[in-house]
Every structure is written in structure tokens, then in C-alpha cells.
């Protein structure tokens, strides 16, 4: 079920702050998609959904990748699901590697999982401008 961005239910925001792996799905150069688990959050207010990853991972590379291409942007979804809930989060992402940016996921990541990453300096965040979301919370 589609829902507003903009305005999207207490039920699904409640769901994006409880404790679930999520997966994030990626396109590859050849426009497969690439699907790995990871933790997710969500700030509606600014429609943002960050994953924090390392530099060099294949997510990232992809993201990257798609920056150069002729088709743009890389569009990207993170999804989760618990029980007969779930929630998908879709939109354009780029890649944040400033030291605010990645302070804020961190922060954000901590909350929401109950634990701090151990410091990375090849940490990085994966942002997406959410455009489209669809769940059953």
C-alpha cells in the first residue's frame, strides 16, 4: 500500500524506530540489483534514510557507479518486515562523506539499534531523499 511521504501514518513511523535488520537493494553496472542486510534509519521530517557502511563496500561502489552513468542517480530501497508489517523506503541516494553527515547516521544508527559503532575512518553514509514509500505497519 502506498502511503504520503510528506505525512505517513504513526503506525509506519513507529515501525522505522523499532529495532529490525533491514535490507537495502541497490543497482549493480549491469542493472541487476544487489541485496544485502543492513541497519537503517529514518528522519521523516528531513526524508532522508541513512545506511552507514564502509567506503569500499560493493553498496557503495554501486551508488557510486551510478553517479557517473547516463541513467543518473542511483534509485535505491531499503525494506524491512516483521511478521505480516513491513515497510519499504524508496528514492534517489547519494553518498556523504563529511564528518557531520557521518556523526548523525552514527547517532541515529545508536538510537535506533541500542549500540554505538566502533570508530571507522573509512565510514561513510549512504543517504537516500525518500520519494515513495509503501508498507503495512
Not at 35 to 45: A, F, I, N, R
Request: glycine share 6%; charged share 25%; net charge positive.
Amino acid at each position: 500500500m502506498a502511503l504520503d511521504v510528506l505525512n505517513p501514518t504513526p503506525e509506519y513511523l513507529a515501525f522505522w524506530r523499532e529495532r529490525h535488520v533491514c535490507t537495502l537493494t541497490t543497482p549493480r553496472p549491469d542493472g541487476t540489483p544487489h541485496v544485502v542486510p543492513v541497519g537503517v534509519t529514518y528522519d521523516p521530517e528531513a526524508g532522508l534514510a541513512r545506511v552507514i557502511s564502509n567506503k569500499n563496500s560493493k553498496k557503495i561502489r554501486n551508488v557510486l557507479a551510478a553517479q557517473g552513468s547516463p541513467t543518473g542517480p542511483a534509485r535505491v530501497a531499503v525494506c524491512q518486515m516483521a511478521g505480516r508489517r513491513w515497510a519499504t523506503l524508496e528514492g534517489q541516494a547519494v553518498i556523504r562523506t563529511d564528518e557531520a553527515s557521518v556523526a548523525e547516521a552514527v547517532a541515529r544508527y545508536a538510537e535506533r539499534y541500542g549500540r554505538t559503532p566502533s570508530p571507522n575512518p573509512d565510514r561513510v553514509v549512504l543517504e537516500i531523499t525518500v520519494d515513495r514509500a509503501m508498507g503495512r505497519a
